[in-house]
């Protein structure tokens, strides 16, 4: 007797029957997918020169559902103009599970944590992308393994969040385009493991207003000195210090108006021995309130100021030289900064146009941005963008001065 796949185990062996079997289930799944391609690019103001940054020219999402389960996927290309260099990026492909009392997703993720819109102080379970700071919320996040589990009861939502292992922000190294010198200290990078990463939140109502208390406990995702090494030669060492947030948010309607209110108490230590220690433990605070109103016309205005504070220091550098290695970037540029934005669609949403400004209160310097985006037949848009920064010497948005510039861009959409 003819013996087939004589030396798979029997599993294997069955699998196809099994396939077989199954079929009239998959036949019954439903398929949904979307994307766009989106070709476009960057020049200077000053000197309408090219800026060789990379950009997503393409992406897709696509869903698989059947039943109470579905498998998610959400993938890009990214290319860059001046060399024709291209990267596929899976940035997402999970599986979920609907059970009755909640929700369960398990693979490769972006989350999304917080009230505000973008610069989130509680959202810290994804590392940021900063090829793509000044995208809005997801579009500029590393999607990450990852489990989660959401459980519902009357007004009350509980998740838990366990990430298997650390990962630390894309940053742009070695990139002269970019316009923050970000210096690459990789090869002083004290490996170690880094560990599991934990979080939990709650949400609930109260009255007509929504909140949340939420928990992370994890490692920052960007590294930073800890101390020097003397032998053979006085050499910095950097790490991931050890982080762990507590976060509030809160969104409440007051007459026309949406009011979004979230704050991240920060708590690192140093937990690698070096010989010379720069820090030993900080605690900071992070915070941000957004106030939304739209007009009878549909004309949205909104306004967000983002702040830190320092509150301890246990080392030898001064307040001035702490760099927080997790929360929101913007954080990063002030200490107290105003983000102004107004937008309006007319012609049934074919024309979108949209001013912003960010504004730092403590030190001179700021960006003006506008963009319209035009559709004249469906599922195409023409992009135009303009961004402008200022500052003065010695500050983050004097060294971007030169990266002020003008995007032009074509989006088709599948």
Do not use: C
Request: avoid cysteine; proline fraction near 5%.
């Amino acid at each position: 007797m003819k013996k087939y796949f004589p030396s798979l185990p029997l599993p294997l062996k069955i699998l196809p029957l099994l396939l077989f079997l199954q079929l009239p289930l998959f036949l019954q799944a439903q398929i949904n997918y979307s994307g766009s391609i989106n070709p476009g690019n960057m020049f200077r103001l000053s000197d309408q020169s090219e800026i060789s940054l990379p950009f997503r020219l393409a992406e897709a999402e696509l869903g698989f559902s059947l039943g109470d389960f579905e498998i998610k996927t959400n993938s890009a290309l990214e290319y860059r103009w001046s060399n024709n260099e291209n990267e596929f990026q899976l940035r997402e492909a999970y599986l979920m599970w609907y059970p009755s009392w909640g929700e369960v997703k398990v693979g490769k993720q972006i989350h999304a944590w917080g009230a505000v819109d973008g610069n989130n102080p509680t959202d810290n379970l994804n590392p940021y992308d900063y090829y793509y700071m000044f995208l809005p919320g997801a579009e500029r996040k590393v999607g990450t393994i990852s489990g989660s589990v959401k459980y519902y009861w009357n007004a009350w939502q509980m998740e838990g969040v366990f990430i298997p292992e650390h990962e630390g922000n894309r940053l742009p190294f070695g990139e002269i385009a970019f316009p923050l010198n970000i210096p690459d200290l990789r090869p002083f990078l004290i490996n170690k493991e880094r560990g599991r990463e934990f979080g939990f939140r709650i949400q609930s109502t109260l009255g007509s207003s929504d909140f949340s208390i939420s928990y992370f406990d994890g490692r920052d995702r960007s590294f930073t000195p800890v101390g020097y090494n003397e032998l053979p030669n006085l050499m910095p060492s950097v790490f991931y210090r050890k982080t762990s947030v507590l976060g509030f948010d809160l969104v409440s309607f007051i007459g026309d108006f949406t009011n979004r209110f979230e704050i991240g108490y920060f708590s690192t230590e140093n937990d690698t021995e070096v010989d010379s220690i720069t820090i030993n433990d900080a605690s900071y605070i992070q915070f941000a309130g957004q106030a939304e109103y739209s007009t009878e016309n549909d004309i949205m205005f909104s306004l967000q100021i983002i702040g830190s504070k320092i509150l301890e220091i246990n080392g030898t550098i001064s307040e001035d030289e702490f760099q927080p290695g997790m929360g929101t970037p913007f954080a990063t540029f002030t200490d107290l900064g105003l983000s102004f934005s107004v937008s309006a669609n007319y012609y049934d949403d074919a024309l979108e146009i949209m001013g912003n400004t960010f504004i730092d209160l403590k030190d001179s310097q700021s960006m003006l941005g506008a963009r319209i985006k035009y559709s004249p037949i469906n599922n195409w848009k023409i992009n135009v963008s303009i961004s402008k920064f200022m500052g003065e010497e010695g500050t983050q948005f004097n060294s971007m001065e030169d990266f002020s510039h003008l995007k032009l861009g074509l989006e088709y959409h599948f």
